[in-house]
């Protein structure tokens, strides 16, 4: 059990049966009143992001989130199959769960699959990863005085801005939380 004064970040516990993530919190004693605790909690299985306040000495359940790193083998339609790398066992995980930055993974990239009680929930990709450009324009040489950038494929199929300079074939970093180009590989 955790009391709602000691909330911190990240802190995950179980709320009218969801299990929901602390995003801020703020400590509040008002001159006149009881003291509160302002929140903004995450719905850990929907993502759904609320407001609200809490009474210091109300308790609620510590949720654990199981978080184990998966090796990404295949997908067959809409199922996506990971491999547990110490027991070799495979799950098929279904894409409506895995995500927009999901489609910076390619084969064999190790993933971390998120699960509450056995029941996942969702799939965490490397923060930063290299893939290689497949398809862009080709680039001006000399055109640096401003941030331009041109669009280009990844070999994963996914579509991000990249600088002018940046030729087909070349291997660039990726930061999958924002989807941004950070520099070469």
């Not at 179980?14 to 995003?23: A, L």
Request: net charge negative; charged share 25%; proline share 5%.
């Amino acid at each position: 059990m955790i009391s709602a004064g000691d909330f911190r970040n990240g802190v995950t516990f179980e709320m009218d049966g969801q299990v929901v993530s602390i995003i801020e919190f703020q400590h509040v004693k008002p001159g006149k009143g009881a003291a509160f605790v302002r929140t903004k909690i995450r719905n850990v299985i929907t993502g759904a992001v609320v407001e609200k306040t809490f009474n210091p000495n109300d308790k609620y359940p510590t949720a654990f989130i199981d978080r184990k790193d998966m090796e990404y083998s295949y997908n067959d339609g809409d199922l996506y199959y990971f491999m547990d790398t110490e027991t070799w066992e495979q799950i098929p995980i279904n894409a409506s769960i895995l995500g927009d930055s999901f489609k910076f993974v390619k084969e064999n990239m190790v993933c971390k699959v998120l699960s509450y009680k056995g029941n996942v929930f969702g799939v965490e990709p490397p923060n930063f990863v290299e893939l290689q450009v497949t398809q862009t324009d080709p680039g001006f040489a000399g055109n640096t005085a401003t941030n331009a950038t041109k669009p280009a494929t990844l070999e994963t199929g996914a579509e991000i801005k990249v600088p002018l300079f940046i030729e087909e074939g070349e291997m660039i970093q990726i930061d999958t939380r924002t989807g941004e180009y950070l520099g070469r590989a």
